[in-house]
């Protein structure tokens, strides 16, 4: 509903240090620098550690997106990019720690705190290019915090798939979304993530299935993790 909205900044943080970032620079933007925006901020009920905020990952929080947890594993030759906004980025963390464990996947999480901002970008950059054709083409945020990143990007939402297809258009791999299209019947967020496929189990489910497609694995090693 926000993208209707020029002047809506939309935010969906998963920690403490994010929202405070967000906060202090819609302060200065809308009280110091007097512009004529506000700010949508979707904070959730569920109860979770707070990490502390890594380095450097201020201007990715504001512009969208930033790396929240490289792989650990630096060897694999199988690897992924899983995206995550607000709290179900918990469940990508422990899809992270699925796939390394149990299947040698290499998964980088990246925490993005607005779908918006990637796609408000991804457009000036597209409409600036069009009408400069014979200038050095600018590349959108998105575009550029993938650009060395290899594997597939499965993307987790607690919203309809359609938010984070958005910006598929400046993804350079393919991307495969999970979201919560339809009427949810559950008693429990547990229960309704089961529902929806958008757990831990369905987004290691959907990093195989996409490697697969990519014939870097087998459907039969698909077929056994469902099992």
Same mark, same amino acid.
């Given at each position: ?22 906060? #202090?620079?819609?302060? #200065? ?25 890594? @380095? ?21 030759? !199988? ?20 796939? $390394? @464990? ?14 918006? $901002? ?7 950059? $597209? ?8 200038? %050095? ?22 919203? !309809?798939?359609?938010?984070? @297809? ?20 559950? $008693?429990? #967020?547990?229960? !309704? ?14 990093? !195989?299935?996409?490697?697969?497609? @990519? %014939? %870097? ?11």
């Amino acid at each position: 509903f926000a993208y209707a909205y020029p002047t809506i900044m939309a935010y969906d943080p998963a920690y403490a240090y994010e929202l405070a970032v967000i906060i #202090r620079d819609g302060i #200065r933007r809308m009280y110091e620098e007097q512009e004529d925006i506000f700010y949508y901020l979707t904070v959730m009920n569920e109860n979770y550690p707070m990490p502390p905020m890594p @380095e450097g990952c201020k201007e990715g929080i504001l512009k969208g997106m930033y790396k929240f947890k490289a792989s650990e594993n630096k060897n694999s030759k !199988l690897r992924a990019q899983l995206f995550g906004s607000g709290t179900i980025l918990n469940e990508v963390l422990k899809a992270q720690q699925l796939l $390394e @464990e149990k299947f040698g996947v290499a998964a980088d999480v990246w925490s993005v705190t607005s779908y918006k $901002e990637l796609y408000k970008d991804g457009l000036a950059c $597209e409409r600036w290019n069009m009408l400069h054709p014979t200038a %050095k083409p600018r590349i959108p945020y998105v575009t550029q915090c993938l650009k060395d990143a290899e594997g597939p990007v499965i993307a987790a939402s607690d919203y !309809l798939k359609a938010l984070p @297809e958005s910006i598929s258009n400046w993804l350079p791999s393919r991307l495969l979304t999970l979201g919560t299209d339809g009427f949810g019947r559950s $008693e429990s #967020r547990e229960a !309704l993530r089961n529902f929806f496929e958008v757990d831990a189990r369905f987004i290691t489910l959907a990093t !195989l299935k996409a490697l697969a497609d @990519e %014939k %870097k694995i087998k459907a039969s090693v698909v077929e056994k993790a469902m099992k």
